[in-house]
């Protein structure tokens, strides 16, 4: 859809999708995802958007004056995993263009006081993202040394590993942590709720990986992505051939809504 590097001009972005035509975050109502603008903000209010160390993006949120809280575009940001919209970051190229920097993913945020452009002191959020790639480990059922962990847990504690939210994790590093184990509980827990069946066509397995498991794929229903944390209702352990039918079909609209129904089916039960 948006491609890595490429410039656009931002009105056409709007034209074609909608959303906020200002402002730094825009939340198109027909689209599976958000939009964020940086490079211009930071000229406005004088605060700066930067990488850090560890390789997270820190996005400063929206609103001029006061505290700034979670309302409109900052809870689009904080809450986009669980509401199943992917994040899409643009930065400023030159006045009305933009470049795209990718698809991320909110690992976290933080609160520190700054002043306002009255010079205010006042409470703002600077959420963490990371780039989307930095969970690609997790798209195929590749398999690492720490699952086997997560395969000898009961899967209930699974589950639940996969929906918390972490509220101890103090440093940008702990949320990154988090946010890896819970891409990870998730993938796990939805091949072991498959038990060797693909849950779309319910056909065994294809083969079995070199430690012994039964090798099935993990798709995110509606996402275009299978990167990144989600949760277990929407995300469905496929057969390499239900997977590519789930994203490359003629049919995959009705295809995916199909596998929503199987899924939520199962989950009723857990
Ligand atoms: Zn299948
Ligand atoms: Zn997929």
Known sequence: MFVFGNEYKRSDIHAEYGGQ??????????????????????????????????????????????????????????????????????????????????????TGFREPRRADIDGNSRRVIIFELMPVNAFDETVLSGEKISDDEMWGQPIVSLREGAVAYSTTARTPAERIAFVRYRTNAIRVYALRRANGVCEGCGEDAPFKTSSGRPYLEPHHIWRSSDAGPDHPKWVISLCPNCHRRAHYARDRATFNRRLAHIVSEKEKKS
């Not at 006061?66 to 970051?89: C, E, P, Q, T």
């Open 21 to 106: 035509r200002q402002g730094g975050i825009s939340t198109p109502a027909r689209h599976d995802f958000v939009m964020l603008f940086t490079g211009e903000q930071g000229r406005r209010y004088g605060y700066l958007d930067d990488w850090t160390e560890e390789g997270l993006f820190l996005f400063t949120g929206e609103g001029q004056h006061g505290d700034m809280s979670f309302v409109r575009g900052n809870a689009a940001i904080r809450d986009h995993a669980a509401n199943r919209k992917d994040l899409h970051l643009f930065e400023y190229v030159r006045r009305g263009y933009v470049r795209y920097v990718g698809q991320m993913v909110c």
